[in-house]
């Protein structure tokens, strides 16, 4: 069955994008740890990171630099964190986190955002990739 990101690159439900190219897609992760946590996501549906391929896997890490240097550029944060877990949607994806605190990155601390946050911020993101 296909990944809840799949049906997002496949357009089939939404998401609030924020970047894309022909292998990959960014979006705002829907319950995050921090205001403008972000997913980098290979449209190739893989479960696990260290199963892509030498070649998806820098591809990955190389579109995942971008949006992180655009976030970075656009959310006042101390520094941008990665983390990539996949224990709740088995498609790869990596965690982009604006992070002032440790707490940022344990995935206990949540902020809320509204539907206008989100976009504002999706648009942001996207204007700097
Ligand atoms: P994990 O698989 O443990 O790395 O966690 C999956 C992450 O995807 C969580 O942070 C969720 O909030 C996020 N997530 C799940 N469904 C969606 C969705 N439809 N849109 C955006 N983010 C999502």
């Known amino acids: 069955m296909a990944s809840i ?3 997002i690159i496949n357009g089939e439900i939404p998401c609030y994008k924020v ?8 979006f705002l992760d829907i319950n995050p740890n921090a ?4 997913l980098c996501v290979p449209k190739e549906e893989e479960n696990k990171v260290f199963d892509l391929n030498k ?5 990955l890490m190389d579109f995942s630099r971008k949006v992180a240097i655009a ?5 006042p944060c101390k520094r941008v964190g990665m983390s990539v877990i ?4 088995p498609h790869v994806h990596v965690h982009l986190i604006p992070l ?8 206990q601390h ?15 993101i996207g204007a700097k990739v």
């Open 19 to 26: 970047a894309e190219d022909d292998k990959h897609i960014a």
């Open 100 to 107: 002032n605190d440790m707490r940022d990155m344990t995935f």
């Open 86 to 89: 996949g224990l709740e949607v």
């Open 35 to 38: 205001k403008g946590h972000t």
């Open 110 to 124: 949540k902020v809320s955002l509204n539907e206008k946050e989100f976009v504002e911020l999706a648009d942001a």
């Open 55 to 59: 070649e998806a896997y820098s591809d």
């Open 71 to 75: 976030l970075e550029q656009t959310v």
């Open 5 to 7: 990101f799949t049906k």
